[in-house]
């Protein structure tokens, strides 16, 4: 088959310009997709299993998708409630830039009025060049690469970026079951200006420590609703003049700091 039009699913983007290969066999349609697009996106490589189609119903679906495209389309994508994926993933197309290559597996009964309580969703996506507007405050990430994968009430992100042009290393982990042992937690670890501290919206370190901080810094959200900031700072090749402690150093002596907040 080549150049069909393919509606996968209820409320979402039908595929466009789509050609491949197709069997049934067994009481299932196997579908291998060469090339798709819908929405901005293109889609190779994908397959779509129909399976029970001899049996009583619901039968199911089973759809593999590799996509890829820009961030904003993806996120756009991604977006639709029909996918019921949390709105904590979901950042504002317009904030975004970069490429996204994401593979997207579904599984769900063939019904007229599906659930999102009936769809699996599970995907893993690669970014580069990855960039996101006021990703701290009022401090933007660019030039990131990274590793997404969703799946089992899990997110996880692990990569590099910018953070106003300082390089770092991110993770990210959120939990989205009833009985997680936290919801959220954030990890950090790079060098930055002491002046980026208060632009990404925390209390400023200034006047009392002045330059380029090499920093560990974890948040963890409890799922109470409670937050941790555990935060290892390397302060050797900045300035600390603390009067009130009577304790100064310069640049190049050593020195350490710790912090946690609750």
Do not use: C
Not at 208 to 216: D, E, K, N
């Amino acid at each position: 088959y080549r150049g069909m039009m393919v509606r996968y699913m209820p409320h979402m983007p039908e595929s466009q310009g789509v050609s491949g290969k197709a069997r049934y066999e067994g009481g299932a349609m196997h579908f291998d997709v060469a090339s798709g697009s819908a929405v901005g996106l293109k889609t190779a490589g994908a397959t779509i299993d129909l399976t029970g189609l001899d049996g009583p119903p619901p039968q199911h679906a089973a759809i593999r998708m590799p996509i890829t495209g820009s961030a904003q389309d993806v996120i756009r994508f991604l977006a639709r409630p029909k996918l019921g994926l949390p709105k904590e993933m979901l950042y504002d197309y317009r904030r975004l830039g970069g490429d996204v290559s994401v593979d997207v597996s579904l599984g769900f009964p063939l019904l007229n009025e599906l659930t999102v309580a009936e769809l699996d969703l599970k995907a893993e996506a690669s970014l580069s060049r990855f960039s996101l507007k006021h990703a701290l405050g009022e401090v933007d990430l660019s030039d990131a690469t990274a590793r997404i994968k969703y799946g089992s009430s899990e997110l996880s992100v692990s990569g590099t970026g910018k953070l106003d042009g300082n390089v770092v290393e991110i993770g990210w982990r959120e939990l989205f079951g009833a009985k997680a042992p936290f919801r959220r937690r954030y990890d950090l670890k790079g060098t930055i200006p002491t002046a980026l501290v208060a632009k990404a919206g925390f209390p400023s370190p200034e006047p009392y420590l002045s330059g380029p901080v090499g920093t560990t810094l974890s948040y963890q959200l409890a799922t109470n609703g409670t937050g941790e900031v555990v935060g290892r700072f390397d302060i050797k090749a900045a300035k600390a003049d603390v009067a009130p402690l009577d304790w100064s150093k310069q640049p190049g002596t050593e020195g350490q700091l710790q912090m946690t907040m609750k």
